[in-house]
């Protein structure tokens, strides 16, 4: 080996030992920096004249586990999506408050059946009353104020997804201008220049931060770019980034809901659109990170809480105002049947008929329910709670024809035959197939001196409460935010106790205030399965106090659930993180061994340089 040979050896071994050296200086330097990828360098063998071996530099390696990578990903995925549906539970919680403090609907509820009970042992005690009245107050003001917060819980995460999809767009288009930077290694493998392997940890870093807010799926190919879709396989980024749209509304209220067709939405839709025009909706696809988290909150679990309320403030409603007048029974030479009064009927009230099939024995139950807007007709089945009647829409405003000939049409098949003119209707069975055994009108008393104990103590903004369905939907439908006072009685509290005038009740007659005590202590009702409690085909079962501490219950379960869920998969990301951060973060003991093992080298390669220079120095002494 020739001096000159030598001397090249040792110079190409400083080159290599000063660019490992200032990579390991880069990797000490950034040990902190989150997404920061150790890196290596890569070193080749060349020759160096006929007998010699020297070494390159030939491109920086990222130590960079992909499989713990992608576990990291899918997980913070998950992470985000639990803890940001653990954070609104807990607020919700938060708004129907803790069963054993003050200010709560349980509380309230409790205060109105206890000034209830007092107005039952002293009815003509003005204090008694205007007691009352500030109890029922007290009630439909917690229900309007809980329903206000869930409404503003759904608008905040309808401005949290905007935000979240302002956020996705700039990190896919990050992704996308670096997969335009890089190019081709035509080494192949995982081996770059410095720079690149810079811009590689930058955009995994806003690939991690793309997956906290979606279930992301991402494939490399061999020129170090990335292709990333969705978890159901919609594409975001390659060489160029879709766009993601989001069209917020600027008001939530209980009747906006979602739908996939967003001429009839009222609420915004996450869609994804492409260069060339095409785009798709990832409303309902998406199924981990934060927009999943918004959108089920904002679609289902608050839209449930907010129907949990409605129920109960209907049902409260109706307790207290609903009378039930049975009919009179008639026959009609072989048939038998019950004379029905239906004037006193309001849209959605309902008739209801039981009666035994004959050839089976079979018990069954038809509740007709009045509609006034024939565009909702056919009424679906769960239209009523009770999943054992057969639920029959009637169009009570002509339109449809007469209600004896849409009663005859709907249930002659049922071996029930109607005749008369409403108001006025008899409904008979059918000789040797049927035998009614019960018919009777459900109505919604509106004056405080009808003549029944029943009050409208409750109404919907100055309207009866009827349970009406039409075209925009139920009048359940955020009725909590709605509730209120009769007016009328606030005006004159004495009908809490005088029920008729004429013949005037009674002085220190108990009658009304002890049904309204009957209807809130003792009386069961059913709750429609919408509500989360029960089920179609075994709706819950109860009295009003039951129902509202299942649904408290239920929602203090969910929040407590959704902590532990959060907790745990914070336990699982921080072990990943752990993992990822051994396989491929910057190790500062390793990284000083190092660096001694550099400065070593470093030390040998100057020997030898100096040696040569010694003999370059003899020879020349010698010539």
Not at 150 to 157: E, P, W
Not at 273 to 278: D, L, T, V
Not at 501 to 507: E, K, Q, V, Y
């Amino acid at each position: 080996m020739s001096l000159g040979d030598a001397l090249a050896i040792a110079m190409a071994g400083l080159r290599v030992n000063q660019a490992t050296m200032s990579l390991v200086s880069s990797n000490v330097a950034n040990a902190e920096t989150p997404g920061y990828v150790r890196k290596t360098v890569n070193q080749s063998a060349v020759n160096a004249g006929e007998t010699g071996t020297s070494v390159k530099v030939v491109g920086v390696d990222r130590q960079l586990d992909d499989y713990i990578l992608a576990q990291l990903r899918t997980e913070t995925s998950g992470g985000a999506y639990a803890s940001l549906r653990s954070d609104f539970l807990k607020q919700l919680q938060g708004l129907f408050g803790d069963p054993n403090s003050t200010g709560t609907l349980e509380n309230s509820y409790n205060g109105l059946t206890t000034a209830l009970q007092a107005l039952a042992t002293s009815p003509d005690s003005t204090s008694a009353r205007i007691a009352v009245l500030n109890a029922a107050q007290a009630i439909s003001s917690n229900l309007n104020s809980t329903s206000n917060g869930i409404q503003t819980l759904r608008a905040g995460c309808e401005t949290g997804i905007a935000d979240a999809v302002t956020t996705a767009n700039n990190l896919m288009q990050q992704i996308a201008n670096i997969n335009t930077h890089i190019q081709t290694n035509p080494l192949g493998g995982t081996s770059t220049d410095a720079a690149t392997s810079a811009m590689l940890d930058q955009r995994d870093q806003a690939i991690n931060q793309l997956s906290q807010l979606m279930d992301i799926r991402v494939v490399t190919n061999g020129a170090n770019q990335v292709t990333v879709f969705t978890g159901s396989g919609v594409q975001l980024v390659g060489m160029e980034a879709a766009k993601l749209t989001f069209n917020a509304q600027g008001t939530v209220s209980p009747t906006t809901m979602w739908n996939p067709n967003t001429a009839i939405s009222d609420l915004g839709s996450i869609r994804v659109g492409y260069a060339n025009g095409s785009s798709s909706d990832l409303t309902s696809s998406l199924k981990s990170g934060k927009l999943a988290a918004y959108v089920e909150l904002r679609d289902k679990t608050l839209v449930q809480a907010q129907t949990q309320l409605d129920q109960f403030a209907a049902s409260l409603s109706s307790a207290l105002s609903d009378k039930t007048t049975a009919g009179t029974a008639v026959t009609s030479g072989t048939q038998a049947g019950f004379n029905l009064d239906l004037s006193s009927m309001k849209t959605g009230n309902t008739v209801n008929i039981s009666y035994t099939d004959t050839l089976t024995g079979a018990q069954h139950t038809v509740t007709v329910v009045r509609v006034d807007d024939p565009s909702v007709l056919p009424l679906p089945q769960n239209a009523t709670a009770d999943p054992n009647d057969y639920a029959v829409g009637i169009d009570f405003s002509g339109l449809s024809g007469s209600v004896v000939s849409q009663l005859n049409a709907a249930l002659n098949s049922r071996n029930l035959q109607f005749s008369g003119t409403a108001p006025n209707i008899t409904v008979l069975n059918n000789a040797g197939f049927s035998t009614i055994t019960a018919a009777s009108v459900t109505s919604t008393e509106t004056s405080l001196t009808g003549g029944t104990a029943s009050v409208p103590l409750f109404n919907d903004n100055g309207a009866a409460y009827t349970g009406a369905i039409n075209g925009y939907g139920s009048q359940m439908t955020g009725y909590a935010q709605r509730i209120s006072v009769n007016a009328d009685l606030i005006k004159d509290n004495s009908r809490l106790v005088v029920y008729s005038t004429s013949p005037l009740t009674a002085a220190g007659d108990t009658t009304r205030p002890d049904f309204l005590v009957k209807q809130l202590n003792t009386s069961k009702y059913l709750y429609s399965a919408k509500t989360g409690i029960g089920s179609d085909a075994a709706p819950y079962k109860g009295t009003l106090l039951s129902y509202l501490q299942q649904f408290v219950s239920q929602q203090g379960s969910n929040a407590a659930a959704a902590q532990q869920l959060s907790e745990g998969q914070n336990v699982v990301l921080n072990t990943l993180q752990q993992k990822f951060s051994t396989s491929s973060g910057v190790n500062m003991d390793e990284e000083m061994a190092h660096l001694l093992s550099l400065q070593n080298a470093y030390a040998a390669n100057a020997r030898v340089m100096s040696t040569i220079n010694q003999m370059y120095q003899s020879l020349m002494q010698a010539i």
